[in-house]
């Protein structure tokens, strides 16, 4: 269980995150939306324990992050997948992070197969492509087994199989009652994977509801949420002239 208490962050003048409050309950995949700039990872980051709100709090069952015992055992995070020493191999960047969070060497090469990564196991991480990046990112957010994920972007350049592999995964990793919590801006693709969603426009709550019923208000998903973002939407094109 995951829980946002009136989560704030000012940088400046500017309000990145605006009182947000949202509970995302175990079971199944909560997606995370809103325009550019709206807040998502600056969320994100303060679950994660990396940026501090000046009011509010983020918990993961009932505790900031900070104050986890085993962090890497209780939230499982994909943030930045090029977070890893490009001169380490996948296996020795796996097994570090293993040994420093008490967790069984075993588990490396599980989440190695999980993720399709055991062929290249042994090659360096600096080596791999974007979507082999990603695939290592979801490897580490594996590795202790947590009850919490938390996925920024996942299919970020990943291929068609790769897209669908993630979405079945978290698919089944919320059917093992975790709680799953998954940014993206691909709403066809949120669509697909997730059963509730959570929507923010500048850093403020716009709607906190299951796909059905907010595609059920329109047309479509798409259109659900423009209607609902088309007043806090700060970075769109025009046509080339
Ligand atoms: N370190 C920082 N310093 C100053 N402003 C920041 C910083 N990080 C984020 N912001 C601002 O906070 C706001 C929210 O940014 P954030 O990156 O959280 O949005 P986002 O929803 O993840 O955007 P995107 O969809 O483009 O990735 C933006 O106005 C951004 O410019």
Redesign the pocket.
């Known amino acids: 269980m995951m829980e946002l208490r009136e989560l704030t962050?000012r940088?400046?003048d500017?309000v990145?995150?605006d009182g947000l409050s949202v509970r995302v309950q175990p079971g199944v995949v909560t997606g995370f939306l809103?325009?550019?700039?709206?807040?998502?990872?600056?969320?994100?980051?303060m679950i994660l324990g990396l940026d501090a709100p000046d009011h509010g709090a983020a918990l993961i069952d009932g505790v900031p992050y900070r104050e986890l015992e085993w962090p890497l055992r209780t939230v499982g995070a994909l943030l930045d997948a090029g977070a890893f020493h490009p001169g380490r191999s996948g296996r020795a960047h796996l097994t570090a992070l293993a040994a420093s969070n008490d967790i069984p060497g075993t588990r490396v090469e599980q989440v190695l197969r999980t993720v399709g990564l055991t062929e290249a196991a042994s090659r360096r991480a600096g080596t791999y492509s974007l979507g082999m990046r990603q695939r290592l990112g979801v490897a580490v957010a594996l590795l202790g087994d947590p009850g919490v994920l938390l996925l920024?972007?996942p299919v970020n350049g990943l291929d068609p199989e790769g897209i669908r592999w993630i979405r079945d995964l978290l698919r089944g990793l919320a059917a093992e009652g975790r709680t799953v919590f998954v940014?993206s801006?691909l709403i066809a693709e949120m669509a697909l994977t997730a059963h509730r969603l959570v929507v923010?426009g500048r850093?403020r709550l716009l709607a906190e509801t299951t796909v059905a019923e907010l595609a059920a208000a329109d047309d479509n998903l798409e259109d659900a949420f423009f209607r609902l973002t088309s007043q806090v939407t700060?970075y769109r094109g025009t046509e080339a002239s």
């Not at 809103?34 to 980051?45: E, I, Q, V, W, Y």
Request: aromatic share 4%; proline share 4%.
């Open positions: 962050k940088y400046g500017r990145a995150v809103g325009p550019n700039g709206s807040g998502k990872s600056t969320t994100m980051r920024d972007e940014s801006h923010i850093g700060d």
